[in-house]
Nanobody, 124 residues
Framework: VQLQASGGGLVQPGGSLRLSCAAS????????IGWFRQAPGKELEGLAC????????YYADSVKGRFTSSRDNAKNMVYLQMNSLIFEDTAVYYC??????????????????WGKGTQVTVSS
């Protein structure tokens, strides 16, 4: 079972990035998927979560209106579209699986499998 977040990079304030979460060895559509980030010296922060079908999503206040999670179960992929990026969005971003496919929330302790993160740097 492997999970991998990708798509990070360097972007200017106000810019956009789309992160992808890919799985190998198991079908992502068995799970709800959470997105998290950790900035240097800060705690892990829950950002978004999408249920199994993609019909229900959750967003933390810090990203609501700017970030959108979606999924393409046929491609075994989950995405996090990040718009209007600000300096404070600089962090390593992770995706993780939640066994309850209906769960949408930000509790990182519920998550089971975590992928390797991808660095997002917002800088002018």
């Amino acid at each position: 079972v492997q999970l991998q977040a990708s798509g990070g990079g360097l972007v200017q304030p106000g810019g956009s990035l789309r992160l992808s979460c890919a799985a190998s060895g198991f079908p992502l559509d068995d799970y709800a998927i959470g997105w998290f980030r950790q900035a240097p010296g800060k705690e892990l922060e829950g950002l978004a979560c999408i249920n199994r079908s993609g019909s229900v999503t959750y967003y933390a206040d810090s990203v609501k209106g700017r970030f959108t999670s979606s999924r393409d179960n046929a491609k075994n992929m989950v995405y996090l579209q990040m718009n209007s990026l600000i300096f404070e969005d600089t962090a390593v971003y992770y995706c993780a699986t939640e066994r309850n496919p209906s769960y949408v929330g930000e509790d990182h302790e519920r998550m089971d499998d975590w992928g390797k993160g991808t660095q997002v740097t917002v800088s002018s």
